[in-house]
């Protein structure tokens, strides 16, 4: 039974880099054909697809965000990250990390972190 | 980008009713469709995949259908453990992935 446990800073300030990194655990990371991904939801509202990386290492990121995101994984930490830069205001939420494969259905999510991004 | 729309934004039922959530999409998905509950504080938890198929393990009350750009969930009779919002998410504009503004379930 996969895990998996978002960890980094709840507090982020304006104009800074949001960095999270997401451990795994029950399973390798670099399993085939699993997408290891990062949802957002701001407080009080929907979910929203921030990006994902697929096994090979293959990125794909939401087209709204993907001037600021970078996703990578570390195979040695059977970890992956997400880098968010230049956040505001409008970027705090409760970040999740997930996991699909194939079939393109979240079957995996840590519990979420809330990251704040305030002066 | 494909537009995934949920209505209503908010329901309330009693317990034992029967609940039905939409979600249409702005271009045809087939049944590149999936439903999540997500309860308070929780991450979501997958329902309905494929459009139609139960999720094992999650209870025969809850369905799906539907194809193109119409879709519809089912709670055939609320228990007061379904208070929840619930999502839909397309996969067919992939590798993009959308979800749905959220129906939140509350009971009468």
């Known amino acids: 039974q996969l895990q998996l446990q978002e960890s980094g800073p709840g507090l982020v300030k304006p104009s800074e880099t949001l960095s999270l990194t997401c451990t795994v655990s029950?399973?390798?990371?670099?399993?085939?054909?699993?997408?290891w991904g990062w949802i957002r939801q701001p407080p009080g509202k929907g979910l929203e697809w921030i990006g994902s990386?697929?096994?090979?290492?293959?990125?794909y990121y939401n087209p709204s965000l993907k001037s600021r995101v970078t996703i990578s994984v570390d195979t040695s930490k059977n970890q992956f990250s997400l880098k968010l830069s230049s956040v505001t205001a409008a970027d705090t939420a409760v970040y999740y990390c997930?996991?699909?494969?194939?079939?393109?259905?979240?079957?995996?999510w840590g519990q979420g972190t809330l990251v704040t991004v305030s002066s | 980008d494909i537009q995934m729309t949920q209505s209503p934004s908010s329901l309330s039922a009693s317990v034992g009713d029967r609940v039905t959530i939409t979600c249409q999409a702005s271009q045809d998905i087939s049944n590149y469709l999936n439903w999540y509950q997500q309860k308070p504080g929780k991450a979501p938890k997958l329902l309905i995949y494929?459009?139609?198929n139960l999720e094992t393990g999650v209870p025969s009350r809850f369905s799906g259908s539907g194809s193109g750009t119409d879709f519809t969930f089912t709670i055939s009779s609320l228990q007061p453990e379904d208070i929840a919002t619930y999502y839909c998410?397309?996969?067919?504009?992939?590798?993009?992935?959308?979800f749905g503004g959220g129906t939140k379930v509350e009971i009468k």
């Open positions: 494929d459009a139609s």
């Open positions: 990386i697929y096994y090979s290492g293959s990125t």
């Open positions: 998410q397309q996969y067919d504009n992939l590798p993009t992935l959308t």
């Open positions: 997930a996991m699909y494969a194939g079939t393109f259905h979240f079957d995996y």
């Open positions: 029950g399973g390798s990371i670099s399993s085939s054909s699993y997408y």
